[in-house]
């Protein structure tokens, strides 16, 4: 019944987010203005927006979701001190985030040392064949003899299937398909005679697994890791499996971070290091009080694209990538973060430049001399030139697809950055031009030439790109879809354009253009972006002020919702536009998010209804004041009667009445409790939330 009542608000919601005109027509609307700023109305503007829509406005396009906390905060300082306070991100202390972030030790690792701490499946792989020595500490030792048993161990199973000839391989599956039935046989027999499952009956006399649970749990924190490091797989495995959620919680909740992290480490390395990265990211993006900075931050990680399962080093290198290129430089100039994008090697191993060797090279030279010398045919004895990056740069990151480029272009483009590649990245290694495997010659790109002058060749191309009038208007376009509209005036973007050629590329200089043009401000603007699933989940759990010990619920819904973090296969990112995100599906999954987070169905993610500002009653004014601190720009009268009529279905059917008797406070309050908690995911699922 409640999945039905949740496809049909779900197909309301659709049909309000598919009308642009919507949230535009009530922000026309004339209206008295009130004596005290009150947004607890929904948006009015007769030619202009408001002081109170100004200030919801900017929080709703440079951070992550407003706040009360930050929507005070821009009241006190003003939209220009606001904002100019927002460009320095280093001026704004952050000591709670950092204090959040304390536990992510592996994070501050540079890339070798993390790759060696956190082995990759090849860093396993090079160890069991001997290429590599297991190191010496003797917790990492325990870790990496862990993960070459289970290499071992997987290749002997397919050495094994290999072996085995299809006659036998048949006779073997049906010789386990007869036993499989003889036993479902006999286990049927034994529960139609009344018999206990012979199964079951095992597992309630002996469970090993069990036991060893609740014996380590007995344990000191440091006792229990050396008890698990010392597991081999065949007793580590079962115990792992047999933990519930709660031992699973009891297990690691008084350790230190050292001691979780080395847990994780030992159960999935790679994994450890993927759950920190995402964990990190929500967290900054959630609790952060340098929102634009993460706004950025993440608009360019989406701009320069790198894909988290690429190989089995791009896990480790996007730790660095995020860290070390993109964040220090997300509010810097065009130019210094295109060529820190451009000598990554998340971007490098990604886009395959790593591999790109130009075809009249020393090194290719060198290779079919070798060839020649032992008789061997030389043909696909080279990397050979890998066109990759060079057509990507031009298209996605800098020109646009119609900056004026051939094919010929990008093969002259990928000549230029032959050379540019990672010094082994297996290891973790950096940046690297390597000058044998560089195409000699001069270069014709746009009509430009390119004296042959090695690694510099490149960094004169990422020049000549950066201060192009074309990716001028490219990128403030992008900036433009993203702060502004789906479809952002012409005028505003070619005067963003002029001011980013004007200031070689200084992005503040483009976004104070931005923020201070009229077409910014006009209420066409207002509330008409329909978030990113990232937008949704983040800003719902900013405006819920939950309280987040564990992210991957918010990791699954974004899985859920189509935009996994750092997962985006092809190079050109999540789309920003409206028309890729909303559907009926889509959310049908995002109301079911909201209503999880408000009544506390995701572990780890903790929210609460009945604060002083929200009334203890069962009446509107509790809607009203949820709806004042959940959606600041207002909701119109329909979806205020429908959240109501909704949320009194739904907490009829969701209280039982032996909870009302079971609490110690007055009857009604678990009730009101649970009301409140579906006005609030009824709202977070809104029409009016969807948008920004």
């Known amino acids: 019944m409640q999945q039905k009542l949740r496809h049909f608000v779900a197909l309301a919601v659709c049909a309000a987010i598919a009308n642009p005109m919507l949230i535009a027509e009530r922000a026309r609307e004339p209206a008295a203005e009130p004596a005290t700023p009150n947004l607890n109305n929904p948006a009015r503007a007769t030619t202009a927006l408001n002081p109170d829509q100004r200030i919801v406005h900017l929080l709703s396009r440079f951070t992550f979701g407003p706040t009360p906390a930050e929507i005070a905060n821009a009241r006190r300082l003003g939209v220009d001190r606001w904002f100019d306070e927002q460009l320095h991100p280093e001026r704004i202390a952050d000591s709670q985030l950092e204090a959040r972030l304390a536990d992510f030790l592996a994070l501050r690792l540079p890339v070798a040392q993390l790759m060696e701490r956190f082995p990759s499946g090849a860093a396993i792989r090079q160890t069991a064949d001997g290429r590599r020595a297991i190191p010496s500490d003797p917790e990492l030792a325990a870790i990496y003899t862990r993960h070459i048993h289970l290499y071992e161990e997987k290749q002997e199973k397919k050495a094994e299937a290999k072996a085995i000839p299809p006659a036998a391989e048949m006779a073997s599956n049906n010789k386990k398909t007869t036993d499989s039935g003889a036993a479902q046989m006999d286990t049927t027999e034994a529960m139609a005679s009344g018999a206990a499952n012979p199964v079951r009956t095992r597992s309630a006399n002996a469970d090993p697994a069990g036991k060893a649970v609740l ?143 130009g075809p009249d090279s020393k090194a290719v030279e060198k290779k079919k001399q070798r060839a020649a010398a032992l008789g061997k045919p030389t043909k696909n004895s080279a990397p050979g030139l890998n066109e990759n990056y060079a057509r990507e740069l031009m298209e996605l990151h800098t020109l646009g697809v119609n900056g004026g480029y051939t094919q010929k272009d990008v093969t002259e483009v990928a000549k230029v950055f032959t050379g540019w590649t990672v010094d082994k990245p297996g290891q973790g290694g950096g940046f690297k031009f390597d000058e044998s495997r560089h195409e000699p010659g001069k270069k014709l790109v746009l009509g430009h030439k390119i004296k042959e002058n090695g690694q510099k060749e490149g960094l004169q191309l990422l020049h000549m790109l950066a201060n192009s009038s074309a990716t001028a208007h490219f990128i403030s376009q992008e900036l433009a879809v993203a702060f502004v509209n789906d479809a952002p005036p012409p005028a505003l973007v070619n005067r963003m354009a002029k001011s980013f050629l004007a200031s070689h590329g200084d992005i503040p200089t483009v976004l104070r253009t931005m923020l201070h043009s009229p077409e910014f401000w006009s209420p066409e603007t207002y509330q008409a972006k329909v978030k990113t699933p990232l937008e949704y989940v983040v800003s719902a759990a900013r405006a819920s002020s939950a309280e987040i010990s564990n992210t991957q619920p918010l990791v699954n819904a974004l899985n859920q919702m189509g935009m996994p973090l750092y997962a985006c296969v092809p190079p050109t990112g999540y789309p920003s536009k409206a028309e890729e995100w909303v559907s009926t599906g889509a959310l049908v999954t995002r109301m079911n998010f909201a209503l999880s987070l408000a009544t506390n169905h995701n572990g780890g993610v903790k929210t609460d209804w009945t604060p002083p500002d929200l009334p203890d009653i069962t009446s509107d004014l509790s809607e009203q004041a949820l709806e004042a601190r959940l959606i600041p720009a207002g909701v119109s009268a329909q979806t205020r009667t429908a959240v109501l009529n909704q949320a009194a279905t739904q907490t009829q059917a969701t209280v039982p009445a032996r909870q009302l008797s079971a609490v110690a406070n007055p009857p009604n309050a678990a009730q009101t409790s649970a009301r409140n908690a579906q006005l609030a995911g009824l709202l977070l699922g809104s029409p009016e939330f969807q948008r920004r």
């Open 215 to 357: 014996a380590v749990l007995a344990l000191s924190p440091a006792d229990r890791v050396d008890r698990i490091l010392a597991m081999q797989p065949a007793e580590y495995e079962p115990f792992h499996a047999s933990l519930n959620a709660a031992q699973k919680t009891r297990l690691v909740e008084d350790m230190t971070p050292a001691q979780r992290e080395l847990l994780l480490d030992f159960d999935h390395p790679t994994r450890a290091v993927i759950q920190e990265l995402q964990a990190q990211r929500l967290l900054r993006d959630i609790y952060s009080s340098r929102q634009l900075q993460e706004v950025m931050t993440s608009l360019w990680l989406n701009h320069f694209n790198v894909y988290l399962h690429k190989n089995d080093e791009e896990p480790y290198y996007l730790v660095s990538y995020e860290r070390d290129v993109i964040r220090p430089r997300a509010l810097g100039n065009f130019e210094d973060l295109l060529i820190a994008t451009a000598e990554s090697p998340a971007m490098l191993l990604y886009l395959d430049n790593s591999g790109s060797t």
